[in-house]
């Protein structure tokens, strides 16, 4: 008997606890595949390690919509190999979803955000509404400390890749859209048209000095993500591929996953390089700390401006800006946005965006030890996540702020 078959809760229920199989608990919604990444890569890297029992079967279960199919057909038979079925049914869903929500032994938390569909432990832990439903809330802190765990759980198993074999190629009317036969190296860039949570937007023109670079490296430049193709982009033979018909989270996923470097506006789109530890440059974000892990990712932040005080934030003073933001509960909005007119943002130049996408490429070719100035900035957070993160903030970047260190 299959888990399809499964008609009702109670149906589930006995089936799970039967069989003794269980359910990926806590991922984030189906149209963020992105952080859904770092949420299954979480599940992957605890049976590698031995962290949960590697005898019975797990159910990654979401509604059915084109990036769960996506996610379905690029990676599916490729994790079976950890004992993983991945299926796309909306009653299914909700059947799933209520069993975590009132037995979460069933289940495996794997989540890595803010909101929680099960818990076990109600320590720090509230009610909140949220798209007119009821959710377990968890802490800033809580996010911090999750994040942190499954940091040093990649860590302990950087010796096992377990997405080498599984991403789809580019081939078809893709690679006839790109312009590539295989052999090209590629590189996907990614642009913010609003300001929001972690990231702000930038100007396209800041990009210029990159892309010239890149173009004239002989990379084929490829626009990934939804928003619309700038038209200063045209002049650097950028393939306009989010606005072609072609677009889709497969083609997302083949692209990101093939491209020799990415420069991501912060975005969850920066999750696949992460996963795949390929070369990534995330640019604009003002956490400083809620960075992604990869040794290949180079971070280029956004410096905060004090516009009462006239003056930029410290590091550290921004990191703790961060920290203390409201909380779900406490604010309509989430502990990223920034409220107020009181901050304003110094914004990446385009300079530190060609030096940080030159030491991106520098770290894909090898290990690059991180300078003086890196090991100084990742001991300002030795309780977050850059103190366990293998990504660095572009030394290019703090040779111009080392006064704010």
Same mark, same amino acid.
Not at 110 to 116: A, D, Q, S
Not at 150 to 168: F, G, H, I, M, N
Not at 327 to 333: D, F, V
């Given at each position: 008997?299959?888990?399809?078959?499964?008609?009702?809760?109670?149906?589930?229920?006995?089936?799970?606890?039967?069989?003794?199989?269980?359910?990926?608990?806590?991922?984030?919604?189906?149209?963020?595949?992105?952080?859904?990444?770092?949420?299954?890569?979480?599940?992957?890297?605890?049976?590698?390690?031995?962290?949960?029992?590697?005898?019975?079967?797990?159910?990654?279960?979401?509604?059915?919509?084109?990036?769960?199919?996506?996610?379905?057909?690029?990676?599916?038979?490729?994790?079976?190999?950890?004992?993983?079925?991945?299926?796309?049914?909306?009653?299914?869903?909700?059947?799933?979803?209520?069993?975590?929500?009132?037995?979460?032994?069933?289940?495996?938390?794997?989540?890595?955000?803010?909101?929680?569909?099960?818990?076990?432990?109600?320590?720090?832990?509230?009610?909140?509404?949220?798209?007119?439903?009821?959710?377990?809330?968890?802490?800033?802190?809580?996010?911090?400390?999750?994040?942190?765990?499954?940091?040093?759980?990649?860590?302990?198993?950087?010796?096992?890749?377990?997405?080498?074999?599984?991403?789809?190629?580019?081939?078809? !009317? &893709?690679?006839?859209?790109?312009?590539?036969?295989?052999?090209?190296?590629?590189? =996907? %860039?990614? $642009?913010?048209?609003?300001? +929001?949570?972690?990231?702000?937007?930038?100007?396209?023109?800041?990009?210029?000095?990159?892309?010239?670079?890149?173009?004239?490296?002989?990379?084929?430049?490829?626009?990934?993500?939804?928003?619309?193709?700038?038209?200063?982009?045209?002049?650097?033979?950028?393939?306009?591929?989010?606005?072609?018909?072609?677009?889709?989270?497969?083609?997302?996923?083949?692209?990101?996953?093939?491209?020799?470097?990415?420069?991501?506006?912060?975005?969850?789109?920066?999750?696949?390089?992460?996963?795949?530890?390929?070369?990534?440059?995330?640019?604009?974000?003002? !956490? &400083?700390?809620?960075?992604?892990?990869?040794?290949?990712?180079?971070?280029?932040? =956004? %410096?905060? $401006?004090?516009?009462?005080? +006239?003056?930029?934030?410290?590091?550290?003073?921004?990191?703790?800006?961060?920290?203390?933001?409201?909380?779900?509960?406490?604010?309509?909005?989430?502990?990223?946005?920034?409220?107020?007119?009181?901050?304003?943002?110094?914004?990446?130049?385009?300079?530190?965006?060609?030096?940080?996408?030159?030491?991106?490429?520098?770290?894909?070719?090898?290990?690059?030890?991180?300078?003086?100035?890196?090991?100084?900035?990742?001991?300002?957070?030795?309780?977050?996540?850059?103190?366990?993160?293998?990504?660095?903030?572009?030394?290019?970047?703090?040779?111009?702020?080392?006064?704010?260190?």
């Amino acid at each position: 008997m299959s888990i399809q078959s499964q008609s009702s809760g109670e149906q589930l229920y006995r089936f799970l606890r039967d069989t003794g199989s269980r359910l990926l608990a806590n991922m984030v919604y189906t149209d963020s595949p992105g952080h859904q990444m770092h949420e299954l890569d979480y599940f992957l890297r605890k049976y590698l390690a031995h962290e949960i029992d590697r005898g019975i079967t797990y159910y990654w279960i979401h509604r059915d919509s084109d990036i769960s199919r996506a996610m379905i057909e690029v990676f599916g038979d490729r994790f079976r190999n950890y004992n993983l079925v991945m299926v796309a049914d909306n009653d299914l869903f909700d059947m799933a979803a209520e069993i975590c929500r009132m037995v979460p032994e069933l289940g495996v938390d794997v989540g890595l955000g803010h909101v929680r569909n099960s818990v076990i432990e109600r320590e720090g832990t509230f009610i909140s509404p949220l798209n007119g439903r009821l959710h377990y809330i968890v802490t800033n802190d809580a996010v911090i400390n999750a994040n942190r765990t499954y940091y040093q759980l990649r860590s302990r198993t950087r010796d096992v890749d377990p997405w080498a074999e599984a991403k789809p190629a580019i081939d078809g !009317p &893709l690679a006839d859209l790109i312009g590539t036969d295989g052999r090209d190296r590629i590189a =996907a %860039v990614h $642009l913010r048209v609003h300001s +929001g949570n972690a990231g702000f937007a930038m100007s396209p023109d800041m990009l210029s000095a990159s892309l010239a670079f890149l173009r004239d490296n002989g990379y084929r430049i490829v626009k990934v993500g939804t928003e619309p193709y700038p038209r200063e982009f045209a002049a650097y033979g950028v393939v306009n591929y989010s606005e072609s018909p072609l677009r889709c989270f497969k083609n997302d996923l083949a692209i990101l996953a093939n491209a020799d470097i990415s420069l991501i506006n912060t975005s969850g789109l920066e999750n696949v390089a992460d996963v795949m530890n390929l070369p990534c440059v995330s640019f604009s974000n003002w !956490p &400083l700390t809620a960075v992604t892990y990869s040794k290949s990712t180079v971070v280029v932040p =956004a %410096v905060m $401006l004090d516009a009462v005080r +006239g003056r930029s934030l410290s590091f550290s003073e921004q990191i703790m800006f961060y920290r203390s933001r409201p909380e779900y509960w406490e604010s309509e909005k989430a502990a990223h946005y920034l409220q107020g007119d009181r901050f304003g943002a110094s914004l990446p130049r385009s300079e530190e965006l060609l030096a940080a996408v030159q030491e991106a490429l520098r770290l894909g070719e090898g290990d690059l030890a991180l300078t003086p100035l890196q090991e100084r900035f990742k001991r300002l957070d030795a309780a977050g996540l850059m103190a366990v993160a293998e990504s660095r903030v572009s030394d290019f970047f703090l040779q111009r702020y080392q006064h704010l260190i």
